[in-house]
């Protein structure tokens, strides 16, 4: 609802949220988090990791205990309680991608949008962090919903696959049906796009020595 939609319906827990108020809309965003893309530009330079943790926590009056929430929310995500007093550019990618993880869910929320969160990491760190957002999806009963073009990722991560085209659906199922036996056309050009390993069989031979 950060955009108010043109057409079709949106519903959270069988009730239609498309064109609620702001009013009516205020309960619910305890319940409905966002994890960013991009963390350089979705964490604030000026605060500290703390602040930004506890940013939500005081907006939706959970202040009190405010120092123990947030380093339960640090530890949460593999993170030490050190990093509440560091800034963004001290951190790494995946510390950075981690702190907007541990925001999200400081309000132990019942869903989670995760907009291509790993896109900008490399492949190591990418594993770490869908690991852990695997993992507490798992810990806190969370309904995940990953946005991402890597459909090696979303083989990785998801129960259930949903591909669209244009802001229309165009194939849905589980993930293992959908990468075994796709339906539609452009599903299955998007998986015969994954790109795939091409093993040379002689790139551990040492070069040959120039002849006298």
Request: glycine share 4%; aromatic share 4%.
């Amino acid at each position: 609802r950060l955009l108010e939609p043109s057409a079709g319906s949106i519903s959270f827990e069988g009730r239609d949220v498309s064109h609620l108020s702001e009013a009516e809309l205020r309960p619910l965003r305890r319940d409905l988090q966002m994890i960013f893309q991009d963390p350089m530009s979705s964490l604030n330079p000026r605060h500290t990791i703390f602040n930004i943790i506890a940013a939500p926590l005081r907006q939706n009056s959970l202040g009190d205990r405010l120092k123990e929430r947030v380093a339960e929310a640090l530890q949460r995500v593999g993170l030490p309680q050190n990093f509440a007093s560091r800034y963004r550019h001290q951190l790494s990618g995946g510390q950075r991608q981690r702190v907007g993880i541990a925001r999200a869910l400081a309000l132990s929320p019942k869903f989670v949008l995760a907009d291509e969160i790993v896109s900008g990491l490399d492949v190591s760190t990418q594993a770490q962090i869908l690991t852990l957002l695997e993992k507490l999806a798992a810990e806190m009963g969370l309904t995940v919903a990953f946005i991402s073009h890597d459909l090696s990722v979303i083989r990785r991560l998801c129960q259930q696959v949903i591909v669209m085209r244009e802001g229309r659906i165009v194939e849905a199922s589980a993930t293992d049906a959908l990468f075994e036996n796709p339906k539609q056309a452009y599903t299955r050009d998007l998986l015969a796009a994954i790109p795939l390993p091409e093993i040379d069989p002689d790139w551990l031979r040492p070069p040959e020595k120039a002849s006298a």
